[in-house]
Nanobody
Framework: QVLLAESGGGSVQAGGSLRLSCAASGDPYSSVCMAWFRQTPGKAREMVATLYSGIWPNDGRAFYAASVKGRFTISQNPDKTTMYLHMDSLKPEDTAMYYC?????????????????RGQGTQVTVSS
């Protein structure tokens, strides 16, 4: 069982920055993927970024959606209890509810498309 809690959302003008946090607690896994998703009403959920943690040399490997690559950075604190999403050069189209998610990786080191654990979300609103 893993519990996730997001924070850091808010309202910002286009071009601004925000940092989202995701505090994780519960069962520690040696090989785990964590991810940020976002969703707006009427649109499909979009995977924003993923971060693999566990087996070398893939420990720390990050992946970004094309829509945010170069603007967003996913990271973790050293004890891997908190994940971050640093968002720069925000655009109005980044407005969404942002969720963090986590799942154990049983085989290999590739992050899944679906995740077992998800937080409640934090709203990000970018005005033009």
């Amino acid at each position: 069982q893993v519990l996730l809690a997001e924070s850091g959302g808010g309202s910002v003008q286009a071009g601004g920055s925000l940092r989202l946090s995701c505090a994780a607690s519960g069962d520690p896994y040696s090989s785990v993927c964590m991810a940020w998703f976002r969703q707006t009403p009427g649109k499909a959920r979009e995977m924003v970024a993923t971060l693999y943690s566990g087996i070398w040399p893939n420990d720390g490997r990050a992946f970004y959606a094309a829509s945010v690559k170069g603007r967003f950075t996913i990271s973790q604190n050293p004890d891997k209890t908190t994940m971050y999403l640093h968002m720069d050069s925000l655009k109005p189209e980044d407005t969404a509810m942002y969720y963090c998610a986590a799942d154990r990786v049983v085989t290999g080191t590739t992050c899944p498309a679906e995740y077992t654990y998800r937080g409640q979300g934090t709203q990000v609103t970018v005005s033009s």
